[in-house]
């Protein structure tokens, strides 16, 4: 009789899903980071800076800048933030806010741009994962 032996392929592909559902995860996150960075809008200028409601201008490129992802492989996770400080007041506004003297600094009228964004992109983002990869 003779000897038969079977190598499993299986490893292989597993590691080649694995490697191609990172990749597509870093693709959705860079995807939807750029959005963001570009909603944010150009340079401030006082005479025409955002209304209320609208995405805000790039006063101090701190808000751009800050608009970060990062990537779990071992979780199959990726994240996009923003490490700018005051993301969150621009995105959710403020009510009338004072100074420690007692002054008042007013109040700052929401300018979402976070939220929308991840709205906007669900479809682009459900694309790029339905890409294939093997």
């Given at each position: 009789?003779?000897?038969?032996?079977?190598?499993?392929?299986?490893?292989?592909?597993?590691?080649?899903?694995?490697?191609?559902?990172?990749?597509?995860?870093?693709?959705?996150?860079?995807?939807?980071?750029?959005?963001?960075?570009?909603?944010v809008?150009?340079?401030?200028?006082?005479s025409?800076?955002?209304?209320?409601?609208?995405?805000?201008?790039?006063?101090?490129?701190?808000?751009?800048?800050?608009?970060?992802t990062?990537?779990?492989?071992?979780?199959?996770?990726?994240f996009?933030?923003t490490?700018?400080?005051?993301?969150?007041?621009?995105?959710?506004?403020?009510?009338?806010?004072?100074?420690?003297?007692?002054?008042?600094?007013?109040?700052?009228?929401?300018?979402?741009?976070?939220?929308p964004?991840?709205?906007?992109?669900?479809?682009?983002?459900?694309?790029?994962?339905?890409?294939?990869y093997?």
């Amino acid at each position: 009789m003779a000897a038969f032996s079977y190598k499993s392929a299986l490893p292989k592909v597993l590691k080649a899903l694995d490697t191609g559902s990172t990749k597509n995860l870093r693709v959705a996150a860079n995807h939807v980071r750029r959005k963001m960075r570009a909603k944010v809008g150009d340079q401030w200028a006082p005479s025409k800076g955002p209304r209320p409601g609208e995405p805000p201008a790039n006063r101090t490129n701190r808000l751009r800048k800050g608009i970060k992802t990062a990537f779990d492989p071992k979780k199959h996770e990726s994240f996009v933030g923003t490490t700018a400080p005051h993301s969150h007041l621009l995105e959710f506004g403020t009510v009338d806010r004072f100074k420690k003297s007692g002054a008042a600094s007013g109040e700052q009228k929401e300018r979402p741009f976070f939220i929308p964004t991840f709205r906007e992109e669900t479809d682009e983002v459900i694309k790029i994962m339905e890409t294939p990869y093997l």
